[in-house]
């Protein structure tokens, strides 16, 4: 190694305690709350009530702004003795944490700690990726707490199933209720359902290894990997899983993923009925897509959520994994026509208006067959034509010319010759952005212009770009 780069590293070994650097083992391999209790040298309930800020001097960075959060203890399971309040401190600014694994609390929650002395005592440290969390989220590790004052009464096993359907509709994700799971091991089968959060628990589990599975209903099916990106294999996310009860007191947890079974599929077709394959189809919620066009009517960003496949030999194409929904079917509904999908926006069953569209009503576990979707012919490119000039006349030699759609997405880009011309291919139908630049820093030069290109001809008018200093040149 550089020893540059190893006394980096060094350094920021150093100026982590110790209760950060198992930060990042625990991220890499989150443990389980029994395991996580014998590493852990203290675990409370507080109230956070209070928070202000401090310089903080760090080996690394020097001095910094830190906050120092002052929690109430209101109950203990281990390392505090007597104590009525514990301080915290965490290094950065709120929404600028420069340390990755720094704990945001927030003032007036309930939160159940686990914590570490810290290099500045006696504050405490936790991070980010411990078991610390808000009280309400934390069942699992209260249980297991409450549980070390009682009798062992064995291990368990637990863990949650939750639903990634795409697109989504929730504003977090799902659980899935009601689904069966198996558990298998040291000469028993036992089975429990998830319940109205996707948790699942067995107690009371002798010693051994166990295998954890699922027995998913005909509305569910596992999670496929990217199944909203046609260039990705459907692989398949498993679900079941291995785990080892040690102890009469250790715990395992297995967590799963699953999605709809429900399916769109269809074939497109050329206006001859002649299968095309290789065109990129997507199904999309209705009310996303709508969303899409009014923020891009008012010049505004949206991310269109939608199932993609590329059609194969036959034309044929098939969303799977979907939620329930009200979907339309189409192309290029996102962005404009580009050279990897040289066709206009296009809805089922073969109109260019959303209004005319098809709307497929798809309920839970259905498989929807929409037949036939017919594309109007390729578009046809447009050579763009111009010049780039500077404020004198001359033309601008080498200059870089780029044309942007309606997305302010870059399409492509070319440079000027000696006579200050260039020459782009673009699609008739869309309204385009050029901008030209020349020279950088205080001596850059840049001018703009735009286009509209309804026809299909052959070759546009010529476009002529005038540079200016930048900052000085007229707003279009």
Same mark, same amino acid.
């Given at each position: 190694m550089n020893k540059r780069w190893g006394l980096l590293v060094l350094l920021l070994l150093c100026s982590v305690p110790a209760c950060s650097r198992q930060a990042y083992a625990l991220c890499l391999t989150p443990e389980t709350p029994c395991r996580e209790y014998e590493r852990t040298p203290i675990i409370f309930q507080g109230l956070v009530e209070h928070v202000g800020t401090v310089e903080h001097q760090d080996l690394l960075f020097g001095q910094t702004g830190a906050r120092v959060w002052r929690v109430k203890v209101e109950r203990v399971w281990k390392g505090l003795k007597d104590q009525a309040e514990a301080e915290f401190l965490t290094r950065g600014v709120p929404g600028k944490m420069w340390v990755e694994d720094e704990f945001e609390f927030k003032v007036g929650e309930r939160y159940v700690i686990w914590a570490w002395p810290s290099d500045t005592p006696p504050m405490l440290r936790t991070h980010g990726c411990s078991l610390t969390r808000l009280l309400k989220d934390a069942q699992e590790e209260v249980e297991f707490l409450d549980s070390l004052s009682r009798p062992a009464a064995g291990g368990y096993v637990y863990g949650r199933v939750w639903r990634s359907d795409h697109p989504s509709t929730a504003d977090k994700i799902p659980a899935a209720v009601g689904v069966t799971v198996v558990l298998e091991g040291s000469g028993r089968r036992r089975e429990t359902r998830t319940d109205d959060e996707g948790r699942f628990r067995f107690v009371g589990l002798r010693g051994g290894n166990y295998d954890v599975s699922l027995m998913l209903p &005909?509305? %569910?099916?596992? %999670?496929?990997?990217? +199944?909203? &990106?046609?260039?990705? +294999?459907?692989?398949?996310? +498993?679900?079941?899983?291995? /785990?080892?009860?040690?102890? +009469?007191? &250790?715990?395992?947890?297995?967590?799963?993923? /699953?999605?709809?079974?429900? %399916?769109?599929?269809?074939?497109a077709a050329a206006e001859d009925g002649k299968p095309l394959s290789g065109i990129i189809v997507q199904g999309a919620l209705l009310n996303h897509l709508q969303q899409q066009d009014e923020n891009r009517a008012k010049g505004t960003f949206a991310f269109l959520f939608s199932a993609k496949a590329i059609t194969d030999e036959r034309g044929y194409f098939e969303f799977l994994n979907l939620p329930?929904?009200?979907?339309? /079917?189409g192309v290029t %509904?996102?962005?404009?026509?580009?050279?990897?999908?040289?066709?206009?926006?296009?809805?089922?069953?073969? /109109?260019?208006?959303?209004?005319?569209a098809t709307v497929f009503e798809l309920k839970p576990g259905e498989r929807l067959d929409v037949g036939a979707f017919t594309l109007p012919p390729r578009l046809v490119p447009i050579a763009i034509h111009g010049s780039v000039v500077r404020e004198n006349g001359e033309p601008a030699v080498d200059a870089f010319v780029a044309v942007t759609n309606n997305f302010r997405a870059r399409l492509r880009g070319t440079r000027t010759d000696k006579n200050g011309a260039f020459s782009l291919s673009v699609f008739p139908g869309y309204s385009y952005a050029l901008t030209a630049s020349v020279g950088s820093g205080s001596d850059e030069l840049v001018g703009r212009s735009t286009c509209t290109l309804q026809t299909t001809g052959a070759v546009a008018a010529p476009i002529r770009i005038e540079l200016r200093p930048r900052g000085s040149e007229p707003k279009r």
């Amino acid at each position: 190694m550089n020893k540059r780069w190893g006394l980096l590293v060094l350094l920021l070994l150093c100026s982590v305690p110790a209760c950060s650097r198992q930060a990042y083992a625990l991220c890499l391999t989150p443990e389980t709350p029994c395991r996580e209790y014998e590493r852990t040298p203290i675990i409370f309930q507080g109230l956070v009530e209070h928070v202000g800020t401090v310089e903080h001097q760090d080996l690394l960075f020097g001095q910094t702004g830190a906050r120092v959060w002052r929690v109430k203890v209101e109950r203990v399971w281990k390392g505090l003795k007597d104590q009525a309040e514990a301080e915290f401190l965490t290094r950065g600014v709120p929404g600028k944490m420069w340390v990755e694994d720094e704990f945001e609390f927030k003032v007036g929650e309930r939160y159940v700690i686990w914590a570490w002395p810290s290099d500045t005592p006696p504050m405490l440290r936790t991070h980010g990726c411990s078991l610390t969390r808000l009280l309400k989220d934390a069942q699992e590790e209260v249980e297991f707490l409450d549980s070390l004052s009682r009798p062992a009464a064995g291990g368990y096993v637990y863990g949650r199933v939750w639903r990634s359907d795409h697109p989504s509709t929730a504003d977090k994700i799902p659980a899935a209720v009601g689904v069966t799971v198996v558990l298998e091991g040291s000469g028993r089968r036992r089975e429990t359902r998830t319940d109205d959060e996707g948790r699942f628990r067995f107690v009371g589990l002798r010693g051994g290894n166990y295998d954890v599975s699922l027995m998913l209903p &005909d509305t %569910l099916a596992p %999670l496929r990997q990217s +199944p909203a &990106d046609p260039h990705y +294999p459907r692989t398949e996310m +498993p679900i079941r899983a291995s /785990v080892a009860i040690n102890s +009469p007191r &250790d715990c395992a947890s297995a967590d799963f993923r /699953v999605q709809s079974s429900a %399916l769109i599929s269809g074939f497109a077709a050329a206006e001859d009925g002649k299968p095309l394959s290789g065109i990129i189809v997507q199904g999309a919620l209705l009310n996303h897509l709508q969303q899409q066009d009014e923020n891009r009517a008012k010049g505004t960003f949206a991310f269109l959520f939608s199932a993609k496949a590329i059609t194969d030999e036959r034309g044929y194409f098939e969303f799977l994994n979907l939620p329930p929904g009200r979907y339309v /079917v189409g192309v290029t %509904l996102e962005h404009d026509a580009n050279a990897d999908q040289p066709y206009p926006r296009t809805f089922h069953p073969g /109109v260019a208006n959303i209004g005319e569209a098809t709307v497929f009503e798809l309920k839970p576990g259905e498989r929807l067959d929409v037949g036939a979707f017919t594309l109007p012919p390729r578009l046809v490119p447009i050579a763009i034509h111009g010049s780039v000039v500077r404020e004198n006349g001359e033309p601008a030699v080498d200059a870089f010319v780029a044309v942007t759609n309606n997305f302010r997405a870059r399409l492509r880009g070319t440079r000027t010759d000696k006579n200050g011309a260039f020459s782009l291919s673009v699609f008739p139908g869309y309204s385009y952005a050029l901008t030209a630049s020349v020279g950088s820093g205080s001596d850059e030069l840049v001018g703009r212009s735009t286009c509209t290109l309804q026809t299909t001809g052959a070759v546009a008018a010529p476009i002529r770009i005038e540079l200016r200093p930048r900052g000085s040149e007229p707003k279009r």
